[in-house]
Structures are given as structure tokens and as C-alpha cells.
């Protein structure tokens, strides 16, 4: 065991040896993670969620599940939403697929996508069926007008979700290296 200290600041460090036997590690509690839900708006927040997520699965062994939910505008609204709903799903369904398949990871990716009046009702619906370990959802970093105007999808998942949320924010300091891992 060595200890070095630095001139320049106030630290210290303890080098350990692997045969040194002056300290017993601490154990740590046990994190399993065999089911991640991904939800994707297609935009570069969730591409950056399914960077992670296929960081994540990589390292567990985890199964994704990538998810875009399609919010419907109820018929009494708008007549003719009826017909765009169904483009939309099939669109998205289109799009959700390319992203699978450009993922290139070695774990199980399926593909999902569900309708909806609430984006975050589905969201936390699907993540209580697939009975997801985790949810990794990218957020847009709105904040004034355009946040009260659109919400926050990802705040509100956050705050509903049956198991543990990481939000991939838009401008944020990423510990991710360039190939994914």
C-alpha cells in the first residue's frame, strides 16, 4: 500500500496493491438490470437515451425495449386526425425500426409503439407491463414558455414510473465515450 499526497492541493491518495490485505472491500448492493425501456421521440435527446440504455445493456446483459408512443388527438376535436393517426403509427412503427436496426448491439432490441392521449401515461403503463428494471427517456431542456406550453414528458415520467428513471439530457456533460461504451 502506498500513500501519496500532492504539493499543489489539499488530496491524498491511497494506492492499494492487489495483494494488500490492510483493507477488506466494502461490498456493494447488488444491481440487476435484465429489462430497459427506452422511450424515443426520435429526436437527438432519445437518440443519445438509447446510447446509454445500449451502454447499460452491454454491461448487464439486459434486454431493450425501444418505445415511441404516438399521442392521438381525440376524434370529437379534429374529424380527419382519425386518418393522420393512422400514418403517424405507421410512420413511427417505419422509424422505430431503422433505429432498432442501426443500433448494432449484441443485446435483444424489440421494437414497440403505442397510441395514446398522454405520452406519459403509456410511457409508465409500458414500463409497469414489460416489468422494466429501468427507463431511459431523453428530455429536450425546455424551460419558460415553451416548458409550460409543452410540458415536460420526462418530468413527469420521473415522477410516475415504477422503477428508476435516467433522463439523457440534450446539453449535459457526457460520460459516454464516441463509439457507445
Not at 424515443?40 to 446510447?51: G, H, M, N, P, T
Not at 382519425?82 to 421494437?111: F, H, N, P, Q, Y
Request: hydrophobic share 45%; glycine share 6%.
Amino acid at each position: 500500500m502506498k500513500v501519496r499526497t500532492s504539493r499543489r492541493s489539499r488530496n491524498v491518495v491511497l494506492e492499494i496493491e492487489p495483494g494488500d490485505t490492510g483493507f477488506v472491500a466494502a461490498s456493494a448492493p447488488g444491481l440487476r438490470l435484465k429489462q430497459i425501456l427506452v422511450a424515443v421521440d426520435f429526436s437527438e435527446s432519445s437518440r443519445k437515451a438509447l446510447r446509454y440504455a445500449l451502454s447499460f445493456a452491454r454491461l448487464f446483459g439486459a434486454e431493450i425495449t425501444l418505445l415511441h408512443v404516438v399521442e392521438i388527438v381525440p376524434a370529437r376535436r379534429a374529424p380527419l386526425a382519425v386518418s393522420r393517426d393512422a400514418e403517424t403509427r405507421e410512420m413511427a412503427a417505419r422509424t422505430l425500426a431503422t433505429w432498432r436496426r442501426d443500433a448494432r448491439s449484441g443485446s435483444s432490441i424489440k421494437a414497440v409503439t403505442r397510441t395514446g392521449i398522454s405520452a406519459c401515461h403509456e410511457i409508465v403503463a409500458a414500463a409497469e407491463e414489460s416489468n422494466a428494471d429501468l427507463l431511459v427517456i431523453g428530455n429536450h431542456g425546455r424551460t419558460g414558455l415553451a416548458r409550460v406550453l409543452l410540458g415536460s414528458t420526462a418530468e413527469r415520467v420521473v415522477r410516475h414510473a415504477p422503477c428508476p428513471v435516467l433522463v439523457a439530457r440534450e446539453r449535459e456533460r457526457d460520460f459516454l465515450t464516441d463509439d457507445g461504451r
